[in-house]
């Protein structure tokens, strides 16, 4: 009797020495690495701008100021600083120090320590620095922070707040330069506003409606303050406007 050759084999002898060939050839030289769980993301501040709901689009005439005037946004810069959590039913105050510079007229996101879960009945905050900050060289010499420098001649420090644009006089556009520097005109915002934090993470939403800078209770008249830097009166409206012109939510 002749030996069998591998063309001589039975059809089912092949399949099944295909079939373990295949299976031998298809091993991982690794096994899939283990699972890892999501880690949760540090608990953020998020800020985001918008005028009366819209979105903030730069350099387009879309505004309209509280006596009618058409105005474009192209630069704001601040510092946000002491936001204090105004506990309620028997959670105690947070208190997020800060400083938070802000130079994005979108949305912002800075990581935060870890949020205290509870109940809350609003905020306050600085839009600026405190005292013991706001001097000339308080703060690391950033690009950032030497861009917000306020001249030592008008007092030295930082400026709080820088909002620039261009508005409509009629006929063409002009510029307009919201500053605001100094202690005496360093804006103090209250927010009375219920919210619940529900765990240490998630983020804390700030929102900035830039025209109630314009609105309440000075109505802001572009047209004969379109600079404020130096000018007492104006620094003086834009740091009252600005104590309600804030939002406050958590999202997990």
Known sequence: MQPLTPFSWPISSVLTVLIIAGMLSCKKDTDDPPLVPPVASAPGLVVEHHVDGSAVELDAMNYITENGITY???????????????????????????PHYVGDPGTTRSAIGQLRAGEYSGAELLLGLSADLNVTGGLPST???????????????????KFEGHFSNGTSASGFAMHVGNN?????????????????????????NLNELFRTPHTYDLANGNYSMGNAT????????????????YRP
Do not use: K
Request: no cysteine; hydrophobic share 45%.
């Open 143 to 161: 690009i950032e922070n030497v861009n917000m420098a306020w001249p030592d001649p008008m007092g030295g420090g930082y400026h709080f707040l």
């Open 234 to 249: 104006l620094m003086g409206q834009l740091r009252d406007n600005a104590a309600n012109a804030f939002t406050i939510e």
């Open 72 to 98: 474009s946004i192209s630069r704001v810069n601040y510092f946000i600083s002491t936001i204090v959590l105004l506990g309620a039913n028997g959670t105690a105050n947070d208190t997020i120090e800060g």
């Open 184 to 208: 005496a005109y360093l804006p103090h915002v209250v927010i009375t506003q219920p919210f619940t934090i529900t765990s240490g993470s998630g983020d804390l939403v700030l929102r900035f």
